[in-house]
């Protein structure tokens, strides 16, 4: 007798948290149909170089990490990413007293302000959105060297952010 009451108290137990799991999904919210994204070379107004195409590149890999969307031209694509590195600086976080106050740690800070088409109706789904990334770095010598030795961290956090906002639209 304790063994069916045990056994019907797990089984509706059981049956309450299923039920109550219903309306999760483990799958995307996206359409099947409308699955493709186009990603063209990001627009670099910074006075960085080479930040437009790193920031470009990370978030291709991260759609396809992700694997929602499949990357296609924009011609063949439901959706166009047109993304913008808008600003990027460095500030001092720490100082060497030891050689003359001279800065030996920055961090880098990067703005992208992303802009989501949908390419069959001209309908813009995000529209200028930023997105900002930083990360520190230390500086020893050459801190150009050292500053673009931080941009793949920073477009690693910049392509989740913009991965995350894009799917956040469904």
């Known amino acids: 007798m304790q063994t069916r009451i045990t056994f019907t108290a797990l ?18 919210k996206v359409p099947i149909e409308s699955r493709t994204i186009a990603v063209p070379v990001f627009e670099n107004e910074s006075y960085f170089p080479e ?3 790193i920031a470009t590149q990370y978030t291709l890999r991260e759609f396809q ?17 047109i993304g913008c590195v808008t600003r990027a600086n460095s500030q001092s976080l720490s100082y060497n007293r030891n050689l003359e106050s001279r ?12 802009t989501l088409v949908e390419t069959s109706t001209g309908k813009i789904l995000i529209n200028d959105m930023p997105i900002t990334a ?30 995350d906002t894009v799917l956040a639209q469904w």
């Open 51 to 53: 930040l437009d195409a």
């Open 11 to 28: 089984t509706l137990t059981a049956l309450i948290f299923i039920t109550g799991c219903a309306s999760y999904r483990f799958t995307s």
């Open 134 to 163: 930083r990360s520190s770095f230390l500086s020893q010598n050459d801190m150009l060297t050292d500053m673009q030795d931080a941009y793949p961290r920073i477009a690693k956090e910049l392509a989740q952010s913009i991965v």
């Open 103 to 114: 800065t030996s740690e920055y961090q880098h800070n990067v703005t992208v302000k992303i």
């Open 65 to 81: 990490r992700e694997g929602t969307f499949k990357i296609k031209p924009v011609k063949e694509a439901a959706y166009k990413l």
